[in-house]
């Protein structure tokens, strides 16, 4: 059986979501593939909003690392190469650009999951917005109290 990949990287092969999803082997396994940048996307959405200052940075370096990989295959920095899981990957076959339609499909997709990302990021932002604005008006609130009651405890103290 063949299969179609849209790009070759040293030690990894990247398949286009519209051929599939996008899957990496190889010995450094740096990018990952579409499904799980898009389950990661999603969660970001439903990130709990304590989880939001710890996970957010490592989920957006992923992400980014992810759509800068895939503008290169869209741009044709990278070949189409047909892998054949009988005989590998076959030098005689001639390596072929996307087209502009292939092209087209492939910014779409990036573009599509970035606007996903931004939104999903808002979501989770906002939630963590409130989240310390709810922390900081009980702090608030406890130091009026404190602040009051010192301050009726010194007046008590002056009346003798």
């Given at each position: 059986m063949?299969?179609?990949f849209?790009?070759?990287?040293?030690?990894?092969?990247?398949?286009?979501p519209?051929?599939?999803?996008?899957t990496?082997?190889g010995?450094n396994?740096?990018?990952?593939n579409?499904?799980?940048?898009?389950?990661?996307?999603?969660?970001?959405?439903?990130?709990?909003?304590k989880?939001?200052?710890?996970?957010?940075?490592?989920?957006?370096?992923?992400?980014?690392?992810?759509?800068e990989?895939?503008?290169?295959?869209c741009?044709?920095?990278?070949?189409t190469?047909?892998?054949?899981d009988?005989?590998?990957?076959?030098?005689?076959?001639?390596a072929?650009?996307?087209?502009e339609r292939e092209r087209k499909?492939?910014f779409?997709?990036?573009?599509?999951?970035?606007i996903?990302?931004?939104?999903?990021?808002f979501?989770?932002?906002?939630?963590?917005?409130?989240y310390?604005?709810?922390?900081?008006?009980?702090e608030?609130?406890?130091?009026?109290?404190?602040v009051?009651k010192?301050?009726k405890?010194?007046?008590?103290k002056?009346?003798?």
């Open positions: 063949k299969l179609l849209c790009t070759f990287i040293v030690f990894f092969i990247v398949q286009l519209c051929f599939g999803n996008l990496v082997t010995s396994n740096s990018m990952l579409t499904d799980t940048i898009r389950k990661m996307v999603e969660t970001i959405g439903t990130m709990d909003h989880e939001y200052i710890y996970n957010i940075d490592g989920y957006r370096r992923s992400i980014e690392r992810y759509i990989n895939k503008k290169r295959v741009s044709g920095e990278f070949s190469i047909i892998v054949d009988e005989k590998g990957i076959s030098p005689a076959i001639e072929k650009r996307l087209d499909l492939c779409k997709d990036i573009q599509t999951l970035q996903n990302f931004i939104n999903k990021i979501e989770a932002r906002k939630r963590y917005l409130f310390l604005h709810k922390i900081r008006l009980k608030l609130s406890e130091a009026r109290e404190s009051i010192n301050l405890e010194s007046f008590e002056r009346k003798i």
